[in-house]
């Protein structure tokens, strides 16, 4: 079992800035692979980005690729996602979530393989 709790949410102006943490406990956090994802209202949950268990491997969705960065510190039990040049696109709750099973190469990036989820934090962008 792990614990997933996110932070650094909240309300910024188009072209902004944010960085989300994800703290992990309860289990070693560097065996499992780590993913953000986000749900904005009225819309299926998506996949952001996800990391391997050392960093090497990352994965984003084309939307983000080179606004997000992912990141984690394992020392710290703690995952990233770095946001900027941020748009009204990018309003959602943002999760994030532990994959328990991938052991090698590229993350996954469907909620169904991940099996540990955060309660989420909330992204708003205004124009």
């Known amino acids: 079992q792990v614990q997933l709790i996110e932070s650094g949410g909240g309300l910024v102006q188009a072209g902004g800035s944010l960085r989300l943490s994800c703290a992990a406990s309860g289990r070693t956090f560097s065996s499992f ?11 299926e949950r998506e996949f ?4 391997s268990r050392g960093g090497v491997w990352l994965s984003y969705a084309d939307s983000v690729k080179g606004r ?6 394992n020392a710290k039990n703690t995952v990233y996602l770095q946001m900027s040049s941020l748009t009204p696109d ?3 709750i943002y999760y994030c979530a532990a994959d328990n099973n991938r052991g090698f190469g ?3 990036k ?4 991940y099996d540990y989820w955060g309660q989420g934090t909330q992204v708003t962008v205004s124009s």
């Open 90 to 92: 990018d309003t959602a």
């Open 68 to 73: 997000f960065t992912i990141s984690r510190d």
């Open 106 to 108: 590229a993350p996954y």
């Open 33 to 43: 692979y780590m993913g953000w994802f986000r749900q904005a209202p009225g819309k």
């Open 48 to 51: 952001v980005a996800a990391i």
């Open 110 to 113: 469907y909620p169904s393989e």
